[in-house]
């Protein structure tokens, strides 16, 4: 048995945005320091839409990435071809011919034949020509009947819809019935090049290979195309306890591997890599395990495992990459829910005719909900980078801010949730969108029990919910119609996605301590029987009012809770008294403008301090938004509650979006003072009194 050497010290537990910063960062480096040593270009391969007998081979292409420009040898389309089905005519016989007749019922051209898409160009033209001949004997200018698509031969250089030609009887001859010098020459035709013309760069490099660029790829003539190589990735699963898939659960102790088809078929479906299996090894055979994970460092540039890596005495995978292989431990606990014993490493390995590659190592947990939140959250990155290259340009900072990471959105929660005290939660979630007068919202609602082990929380799943650390005292509960954002699952390469500088995930921290925790009472006059006035208009969902709140604070430093609903000033003064936020929006909707300064006053007895600057932006705000705003009345200012300050702030719901982008990047340095302020106070007062 191993020492478990690494493994006695404990790894200090990392925040994901700082994790996920790490791979990426180690991914960029492993790029950069292979390209330079190597003195090439990245790897590439050579695919073709068609094989040697004609067999079509598209789907061997589609989320490629080209990693050559794609030229075009020969225009497109390579012929004059007729938008609509009618007549090609010369359109300098238009103005002349009909000019030169006295009536309407006349005939302006003679037909001489007819030209469908497909005929041969060259039949074509000759029919064209011999029907010229014909037209010199006679009085008036040629026309050729035309189909959508067909060649339109020389001399001919206009089509006029047959809905504008009159046919006679005997098929002979048209009046066009459009208005003299409306047929300008190029009109309804197609030219030669007019989708892409010879020499230009059709595809560029770096574009990921979707359905339409088959087509794009085929009308150009292109065959074969120079795409990135796909990275390989090799996936191990560990454990004594382990079966092969095929195998029944049985109650002596086994279970099937489901880790490891799960991880070989999200691989597949991302499209980002080759997925490599690496079987089942067992903890005991420590031998057998080095010897396979050497194998695949050869022919692999990811390794991913499940399992072996908490801390029990049979798990032994750190110690193996770092005694056997050298392996740098770059973290080895994240501060999260689930996946909290995900490793990452980077290993060394020989390479003929340099000095050595990276090998990316992902030491996922044994719980398969685990392996799967860890691999969207860390691996998917990291192989997108791989597979899309980099900038070697620019810095390494830059690069890792440009990376792409999954696709975020904000949704409300449909039910309360309980908080984990310990870790921030990645919460599976199914998602609904509601639409709305704003833009509509997305509804999330939790899949159920949210066992590391249990499979079934993914069954439904549409994405991942951040959810912060519970804060005994504070805060245990996200409650129902709170926001939050949500990682969103699925997707192969190339879909939409948000760039690390952008990322919700990234650029905060999940714990809720370091957000500024905003809490909203949305005041609906009502009379003291609290039933809402006949003269109060129709007021917002309360779940609306947090959504727009959120939207416009922003959720890199606010984190928005529940809205309240009121009617009476003895309610508001209730609520007030029990909300524990560090900023309380009172917003009026609806509400007329006499309520508003009654509201307003009594909203003043409960401030301590006030804060006419805070107010005064918000007051701006509004009126940049909602130019009646700022009639209403703005009132802000400090509330000491519970040994701490918080700002209050009333506000009208009549450009309220407005309001708070005006102040919210004021909130919380006004609230640094204010607490830095308390405490002063609070000190100084304690001790006069000692």
Not at 182 to 204: H, N, P, Q, Y
Not at 305 to 333: N, W
Request: hydrophobic share 40%.
């Amino acid at each position: 048995m191993m020492a478990a050497a690494a493994a006695d010290a404990v790894h200090p537990m990392v925040p994901v945005p700082d994790a996920l910063l790490t791979v990426l960062r180690e991914t960029a480096r492993s790029i950069l320091v292979e390209e330079e040593e190597s003195s090439s270009s990245p790897k590439t391969a050579t695919l073709r839409l068609h094989s040697e007998d004609g067999t079509p081979q598209y789907q061997c292409i589609m989320g490629r990435i080209l990693a050559e420009d794609v030229t075009v040898n020969d225009p497109y389309p390579p012929f004059d071809a007729s938008i609509m089905d009618g007549y090609c005519v010369q359109s300098c016989d238009d103005l002349s011919t009909r000019s030169s007749k006295g009536t309407d019922s006349e005939w302006t051209h003679q037909i001489v034949g007819q030209i469908y898409a497909g005929d041969d160009v060259d039949e074509s033209s000759s029919s064209s020509s011999s029907s010229k001949e014909e037209n010199k004997q006679g009085a008036l200018p040629s026309a050729a009947y035309v189909t959508t698509g067909a060649v339109v031969p020389s001399p001919y250089d206009a089509v006029v819809p047959i809905e504008d030609i009159t046919v006679s009887p005997d098929g002979k001859y048209l009046r066009v019935k459009s208005e003299p010098g409306s047929t300008s020459s190029g009109k309804w035709i197609r030219k030669v090049g007019c989708d892409m013309a010879a020499g230009t760069v059709a595809l560029s490099a770096g574009t990921v290979l979707q359905p339409p660029h088959v087509g794009i790829l085929i009308q150009i003539g292109v065959n074969e195309l120079v795409v990135r190589d796909l990275p390989k990735v090799g996936v191990l699963s560990t454990g004594n306890e382990i079966l092969p898939s095929h195998h029944h659960p049985s109650a002596s102790g086994k279970i099937p591997d489901v880790n490891r088809p799960i991880l070989l078929s999200t691989l597949s479906s991302w499209g980002n890599c080759t997925p490599v299996d690496l079987g089942i090894e067992t903890d005991d055979d420590i031998n057998e395990l080095t010897n396979n994970l050497r194998s695949a460092m050869d022919r692999c540039d990811v390794i991913v495992t499940t399992g072996g890596i908490s801390m029990g005495e049979k798990d032994v995978m750190e110690d193996v990459f770092v005694e056997q292989f050298g392996a740098t431990v770059h973290f080895g606990r994240i501060h999260m829910k689930p996946g909290k014993p995900t490793t990452f490493m980077t290993i060394k390995v020989p390479a003929i005719g340099r000095r050595s590659r990276t090998c990316l190592i992902f030491c996922l947990p044994g719980n398969p909900v685990s392996g799967i939140v860890c691999s969207h959250l860390f691996v998917r990155p990291c192989l997108d980078m791989l597979v899309k290259g980099v900038d070697t340009s620019t810095s390494l900072h830059d690069i890792v801010q440009n990376a792409t990471v999954q696709e975020e959105i904000v949704a409300t929660l449909t039910k309360d949730v309980k908080l984990d005290v310990e870790r921030p939660e990645y919460r599976r979630v199914s998602l609904t969108y509601v639409p709305g007068a704003n833009g509509g919202q997305f509804l999330a609602s939790s899949t159920g029990v949210q066992r590391s082990s249990r499979l079934m929380s993914m069954n439904g799943a549409d994405g991942l919910m951040l959810l912060p650390k519970g804060e005994p005292g504070r805060k245990l509960v996200a409650k129902e119609g709170e926001i939050y954002p949500v990682m969103l699952l699925g997707g192969s390469v190339g879909t939409v996605g948000v760039m690390v500088r952008d990322s919700i995930h990234i650029s905060q921290s999940l714990n809720s301590e370091d957000k500024v925790s905003v809490a909203i009472v949305n005041v609906v006059v009502g009379d003291d029987h609290g039933k809402m006035l006949d003269m109060v208009v129709e007021a917002p969902d309360t779940t609306e009012l947090s959504r727009r709140a959120a939207v416009a604070l922003g959720s890199d430093r606010f984190n928005v809770l529940a809205t309240v609903k009121v009617l009476t000033c003895a309610e508001l003064m209730t609520e007030l008294a029990s909300l524990e936020s560090d900023v309380i929006l009172v917003v009026f909707a609806g509400t007329p403008f006499q309520e508003n300064l009654r509201y307003a006053s009594t909203v003043r007895t409960f401030i301590d301090k006030e804060a006419d600057a805070i107010a005064l932006q918000a007051r701006k705000g509004a009126a940049e938004q909602h130019p009646t705003a700022a009639l209403f009345e703005f009132t802000a200012g400090f509330v000491h509650q519970n040994q701490t300050q918080c700002m209050l702030l009333l506000l009208p719901e009549e450009g309220l979006e407005g309001s708070l982008q005006a102040v919210r990047g004021l909130l919380p340095h006004a609230l640094e003072v204010g607490k830095g302020a308390s405490a002063h106070h609070h000190h100084h007062h304690h001790a006069q009194n000692n």
